[in-house]
């Protein structure tokens, strides 16, 4: 069974940094994150390909950063944080075609809290 770990979350003031790992059981191709702020939908943040290839959200672009340095372990590297990044984010994985779509992606973290202070 797969299984995703994510951890890093915390409570952090508009402005700061804050990173973000996961690590997966086993290697699949794309891994992602998306975050879920409550009443609101689960939303696309950035994904990694094995090659490297990535893709980023708008609101997050220039801010956030994913690296994969093993193919097990990614990172989310999150900078000049916004009251409105407060969310429980989401490590997931996924194969070759899956990019920006939840329903894309087969495997699912179980979350962490990212709250960031105004």
């Known amino acids: 069974q797969v299984q995703l770990v994510e951890s890093g979350g915390g409570l952090v003031q508009a402005g700061g940094s804050l990173r973000l790992s996961c690590a997966a059981s086993?290697?699949?191709?794309?891994m992602g994150w998306f975050r879920q702020a409550p009443g609101k939908e689960r939303e696309f943040v950035a994904s990694i390909r094995w090659h490297g290839g990535t893709d980023y959200a708008d609101s997050v672009k220039g801010r956030f950063t994913i690296s994969r340095n093993n193919p097990d372990l990614v990172y989310l590297q999150m900078s000049s944080l916004k009251p409105q990044d407060t969310a429980v984010y989401f490590c997931?994985?996924?194969?070759?075609?899956?990019?920006?779509?939840?329903?894309?992606?087969?495997?699912w973290g179980q979350g962490t809290q990212v709250s960031v202070s105004s």
């Open positions: 086993v290697n699949l191709y794309t």
């Open positions: 997931a994985a996924g194969g070759a075609m899956a990019t920006t779509l939840p329903g894309q992606f087969d495997y």
